[in-house]
């Protein structure tokens, strides 16, 4: 069986566990500390126990792939002979490099970030073997999204890429490769409509359900650009903003609205306020 270590217990941690899990991989899930990661390795039993009940899985299916899931004490715990390490800590360079560094010194393994913003050249300038590291960015919910974006660095090899390839076919995803850019593709444009989107609420345009009722039957959107950025945190996505002002300059710099409802915690679905209300069941109001 093969190995993968995901480090970062959170929604997109667990969310990555869980694909990586259903697809055949023993999954070592860890975070900076033991409760944070049995904390993870309930949100993967409780997206096994939601697929059970929209009959994606079958019950020895979920039972297999709790098995497969397993909460060590340290990234020092993973498993030395991990062929794949997805790196998924919150969206700060000097946090990631840490974590990637860390990693790196533990196994020789195909080293991913699901950065959605950071350049990935820049996370690994202080990696000893880059050649090995990309970004594998997920998207959330990631059991439910089909989406994978490859993202390759100035020193990932061609090899590296297309094991990454592989194992996004594997895990039943699609994949886009991308050329290290700040944002990326995806980050750089999704952010750039959530930011305009929280400008026009600032503004008194448009309530937020309006302003994502527009996108979603003007334009196709199958979830709006307000309710998206309540579902990824809000707080996501103030660094994402704040890293791609840094590289591209105002036009991504964050609005205040934004900024003051980070400082109120009103993060979105996970504390049950952002720019919606959201109820015990995780629905919008």
Do not use: C
Not at 167 to 179: C, D, S
Not at 254 to 268: A, C, D, K, S
């Amino acid at each position: 069986m093969k190995a993968a270590g995901v480090i970062g217990a959170g929604t997109m941690g667990a969310g990555i566990a869980f694909v990586l899990a259903a697809a055949g991989y023993r999954v070592e899930l860890t975070d900076a500390d033991l409760a944070r990661t049995e904390a993870g390795v309930n949100r993967v039993r409780s997206l096994a126990a939601a697929a059970l009940e929209r009959r994606k899985l079958d019950p020895n299916a979920v039972e297999t792939l709790l098995y497969h899931v397993h909460a060590v004490e340290s990234l020092q715990s993973v498993s030395a002979g991990a062929e794949l390490i997805v790196e998924a800590v919150p969206e700060r360079l000097e946090t990631k490099r840490a974590v990637l560094r860390a990693a790196e010194r533990r196994s020789p393994a195909l080293l991913g970030s699901n950065t959605s913003g950071i350049s990935i050249t820049e996370l690994g300038a202080d990696l000893r073997r880059p050649g090995r590291f990309l970004g594998l960015h997920f998207f959330n919910p990631v059991p439910a999204m089909p989406l994978v974006e490859v993202v390759i660095g100035r020193a990932t090899t061609p090899e590296s890429e297309a094991l990454a390839l592989e194992v996004v076919r594997a895990i039943g995803k699609e994949a886009v490769v991308v050329q290290d850019a700040p944002g990326f593709a995806t980050s750089r444009l999704g952010v750039a409509v959530g930011l305009e989107a929280m400008r026009m609420v600032e503004q008194g345009v448009a309530s937020p359900a309006d302003i994502d009722r527009a996108m979603e039957l003007g334009y196709g959107h199958p979830v709006g650009p307000l309710r998206l950025s309540d579902l990824v945190g809000l707080d996501v996505r103030l660094d994402i903003a704040r890293n791609l002002t840094q590289a591209y300059g105002p036009r991504f710099e964050p609005p205040r609205i934004l900024v003051e409802h980070v400082e109120q915690g009103y993060l979105g679905k996970k504390t049950g306020q952002g720019f919606y209300k959201w109820n015990s069941q995780g629905q919008a109001g």
